[in-house]
């Protein structure tokens, strides 16, 4: 890490370049595709890739029964500056019924409908706290309302568990095929939590106050992992943050540094679907790597945060997936990370439409983050530069 931070601070690209991973553009006869090969069926097949061996394929997307429910609405919050909904999002599945609790500021006194940032929280409630007794830097209501965005949140562990319990709880209970062997490719908790943003983004196209065009993902860690898949595979999401989420968010598995897929699936056995273990202490096998899965994002736009001190997320890795993610942005037209070269700390890069920064600290999400992102949404949607 030393070294990296050497090169940060010179501003130096020192990178091995033996990396070997998979071409996004490349099909597996050896073909590179076009750009409308890859809209009708290059990324789709990378999709399945990733559905298949890492993260799992859902039994349902949005279910025939999925209520929103309105159970308070506070148009004085934060001393008058914002209108809190808080709502119940409810589900039915052939094995039973479920539901979660969404939490959305929205600025007053702007026009409507509004921009928004949505927060899978995998931290304590009291980082979400809808009261603002608790004011957290995970999730910094009050900054976005002063700079004009809808700030949502919902906690994951009302959509699964965080822990192993033979996938008996939360949607996968509720939704998975009853008396039937699981299958070694069916959805784990990571896809859980991100099914779980998806039927807010269902929720949004329903409230005229929120602007669904504009919605991004947010998440923190294995929050951020969640974020990224969730963006690959809903495209009404126009914005997936990643913050220092590492093994299987937006670290390459290719000579990741820190925490390992070995690791993550002996830890975490829970997180992705069974058939990734075939890859434990075999990552050159794996037939797509995660750059490939920030590419699922494009055009569209992708931010992936680090932290200097994040040695087990590895931002090396992070970096490398954003650059190496850029040939399918430009190949639809749009520019991509833009830099090849590493930056310096508290240095963001924003001018394409991946974004990247390495804050200078530890493993969390703070709100330098957060600022950086609404700076790179303020370009993006807004045409404004800081
Ligand atoms: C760690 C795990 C990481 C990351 C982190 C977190 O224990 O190894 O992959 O997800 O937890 O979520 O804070």
Redesign the pocket.
Same mark, same amino acid.
């Given at each position: 890490m030393k070294s990296l931070l050497l090169c940060a601070m010179m501003g130096i690209c020192c990178f091995a370049q033996d990396l070997k991973l998979p071409d996004p553009l490349i099909t597996g006869e050896g073909r590179k595709v076009s750009a409308e090969e890859w809209k009708a069926s290059h990324r789709q097949r990378t999709l399945e890739l990733f559905r298949s061996h890492i993260y799992g394929h859902n039994p349902v997307e949005r279910p025939e029964e999925l209520n929103f429910k309105l159970v308070e609405i506070d148009t004085n919050a934060i001393e008058g500056k914002a209108t809190l909904k808080r709502v119940e999002i409810s589900y039915g599945g052939p094995n039973g019924t479920g539901g979660f609790m969404l939490s959305v500021f929205i600025p007053n006194q702007v026009k409507r409908p509004m921009p928004a940032f949505l927060l899978i929280c995998?931290r304590a409630y009291d980082n979400i706290d809808h009261t603002r007794k608790e004011k957290s830097p995970f999730w910094p209501v009050e900054l976005a309302i002063e700079r004009g965005y809808a700030m949502a949140a919902f906690h994951n562990s009302e959509l699964d568990p965080d822990k192993h319990d033979e996938f008996k709880n939360g949607v996968h209970g509720i939704f998975d095929p009853k008396n039937q062997p699981r299958s070694n490719d069916a959805w784990g908790t990571i896809a859980a939590w991100a099914w779980g943003a998806s039927r807010v983004m269902d929720y949004f196209e329903t409230d005229h106050d929120i602007d669904h065009t504009h919605v991004a993902v947010v998440g923190?860690?294995?929050? /951020?992992?969640t974020a990224l898949w969730c963006g690959a595979q809903d495209e009404r999401f126009a914005l997936s943050i990643s913050n220092?989420?590492?093994?299987? /968010?937006a670290a390459l598995a290719r000579n990741k540094r820190g925490?390992s897929v070995a690791?993550?699936n002996k830890?975490?056995p829970h997180w992705f679907c069974e058939n990734y273990k075939h890859y434990n202490d075999r990552e050159g096998d794996l037939p797509v790597d995660q750059h490939q899965l920030i590419s699922l994002m494009a055009p569209r736009l992708v931010y992936v945060a680090s932290a200097s001190e994040d040695d087990?997320?590895d931002p090396q890795g992070e970096f490398l997936a954003c650059v190496h993610a850029g040939p399918v942005y430009e190949l639809l037209g749009v520019r991509g990370l833009g830099s090849g070269e590493f930056p310096k700390i508290d240095s963001p890069l924003q001018t394409g439409h991946i974004g990247y920064h390495l804050r200078r600290g530890k493993?969390d999400l703070v709100e330098y983050d957060w600022e950086r992102f609404m700076d790179f949404a303020d370009r993006h949607w807004l045409g404004n530069s800081p």
């Open positions: 995998n923190h860690s294995r929050g /951020g992992k220092n989420s590492g093994c299987t /968010g925490e690791r993550i830890v975490f087990w997320a493993h």
